[in-house]
């Protein structure tokens, strides 16, 4: 892709990345609270008390965000014995676009840093080329000549396939203590 076309698919990506990652991250934060004071069985009374404290926490905090109601009402709540419901289901999703978006953000990030870099390079030649004299090739026909290769988000190894696997075990660790009070 040209130097131009390169610019604005970076723009793009960074852009789509921070879209999706922001509510998917919103969405996973009030999907754990609206979990930590769903109602359980089993507790005993030191759990129940401090259950009603986050409980009242919870809503003042969703007082105060009113501008996130829609997140408060369609959060997916996981349900920890049962992987397979669609709460559990909607909420891995929600959870791996989180990281899915920051994967787009960081592969646009490096496309830009490419572009950047190719752009330096192009101006320095053209340079260069301007002390050949009669022979120079502007900077538009050496800038013509470029082809930048695009980056994909599945090259983003961390982001796309490791970090969604320590977070949702850092999550599932919480969530099942959390279940076992």
């Known amino acids: 892709m040209t130097h131009q076309q390169a610019s604005t ?58 501008f996130l109601e829609y997140f408060w009402v369609n959060s997916p709540i996981p349900d920890i014995s049962n992987w397979s419901a669609s709460g559990s289901v909607w909420f891995i999703v929600i959870f791996l676009l989180m990281f899915v978006g920051l994967a787009l953000q960081a592969s646009g990030a490096r496309l830009a840093k490419r572009v950047y870099n190719v752009r330096e390079g192009v101006r320095e030649r053209a340079i260069l080329e301007a002390m050949n004299g009669d022979e120079a090739r502007s900077f538009k026909d050496l800038e013509k000549l470029i082809s930048i290769p695009n980056t994909s988000i599945f090259a983003q190894f961390g982001l796309l396939y490791v970090s969604p696997v320590l977070w949702g075990i850092f999550i599932y660790i919480i969530l099942y203590l959390i279940n076992r009070l």
Request: charged share 15%; hydrophobic share 60%.
């Open 9 to 66: 698919v970076a723009l793009i990506k960074r852009i789509a990345g921070i879209i999706i990652f922001i509510p998917a991250f919103i969405s996973t934060i009030i999907s754990v609270l609206k979990y930590l004071v769903a109602p359980k069985t089993n507790m005993q009374e030191m759990t129940a008390m401090i259950m009603d404290f986050l409980q009242v926490i919870i809503k003042i905090a969703r007082q105060y965000t009113s």
